[in-house]
């Protein structure tokens, strides 16, 4: 989702440039107006992006309207399922010890009533 909303910023588009824009051109966003179709099949209007390549002079050398958003959102999930995995052992091991302490806590306690005096 935050892929999606963020891929048509020009930090997305300028990160993305090395990559799609051919060498001496700057990454430029284009949105124009256009329609979608909803759940009932009415149009609702709608807004597209698409990245453009523009050269020095201001000519488009290239337009790409799918490709970066695909990379930019491919890119955030990657980060975002490393984060993932990143906070999911850094709070499940302590969450593991505590757990495992409180269980051994109780059977030591069966164990010590259980024991007759010498």
């Given at each position: 989702?935050?892929?999606?909303?963020?891929?048509?910023?020009?930090?997305?588009?300028?990160?993305?440039?090395?990559?799609?824009?051919?060498?001496?051109?700057?990454?430029?966003?284009?949105?124009?107006?256009?329609?979608?179709?909803?759940?009932?099949?009415?149009?609702?209007?709608?807004?597209?992006?698409?990245?453009?390549?523009v050269d020095t002079n201001g000519e488009v050398v290239k337009e790409d309207p799918v490709v970066?958003?695909?990379?930019?959102?491919?890119?955030?999930?990657?980060?975002?399922?490393?984060?993932?995995?990143?906070?999911?052992?850094?709070?499940?091991?302590?969450?593991?010890?505590?757990?495992?302490?409180?269980?051994?806590?109780?059977?030591?306690?069966?164990?010590?009533?259980?024991?007759?005096?010498?």
């Amino acid at each position: 989702m935050v892929g999606g909303f963020t891929s048509v910023t020009d930090f997305a588009m300028q990160t993305l440039a090395p990559l799609i824009c051919p060498d001496g051109t700057t990454a430029k966003s284009r949105s124009y107006a256009t329609t979608t179709t909803d759940d009932f099949g009415n149009s609702q209007p709608s807004t597209a992006y698409v990245m453009q390549c523009v050269d020095t002079n201001g000519e488009v050398v290239k337009e790409d309207p799918v490709v970066y958003a695909f990379i930019w959102i491919g890119v955030i999930a990657g980060i975002g399922l490393a984060l993932a995995g990143i906070l999911a052992f850094v709070f499940a091991a302590p969450a593991g010890v505590i757990i495992t302490r409180f269980l051994n806590r109780n059977k030591k306690a069966s164990h010590i009533i259980n024991i007759e005096p010498e």
